[in-house]
């Protein structure tokens, strides 16, 4: 089986990543890699064939997992990075390429008011 992780994901997010940090409840706060993609990215709206720019980051599962974290934690949480802090309104898992478990997390984005 091929190691996605290690071998696709990891260059990419060593050339192109930013340092981020997950704020949580209770003052928990965890560090994880992200691809900035705030400028936004396609999302294509359910059977619609409607186009919407959203800003997003992208993360790995295997990352996030390491944490002790899923998906569903991160659903109205705070995340900081590049100078900014955004809040997740939502997500959506893009599965590794054969289908085997890790693949990459889109945090939908907006900006934080608080």
């Known amino acids: 089986m091929i190691d996605f992780s290690s071998l696709l994901y990891a260059p990419i997010y060593e050339a192109f990543g930013v340092p981020a940090r997950i704020l949580c409840l209770y003052d928990a706060h965890f560090e994880i890699t992200v691809i900035d993609k705030t400028s936004g990215v396609e999302v294509f709206d359910g059977t619609a064939s409607v186009k919407t720019i959203r800003p997003a980051a992208v993360m790995r599962v295997s990352e996030l997992s390491a944490l002790g974290l899923s998906q569903r934690d991160l659903e109205g949480v705070s995340i900081e990075f590049s100078g900014k802090i955004w809040r997740v309104k939502a997500t959506m898992l893009k599965p590794a390429p054969t289908g ?7 945090l939908f984005l907006i900006e934080d008011e608080s």
């Open 100 to 106: 085997e478990a890790g693949g990459e997390l889109y």
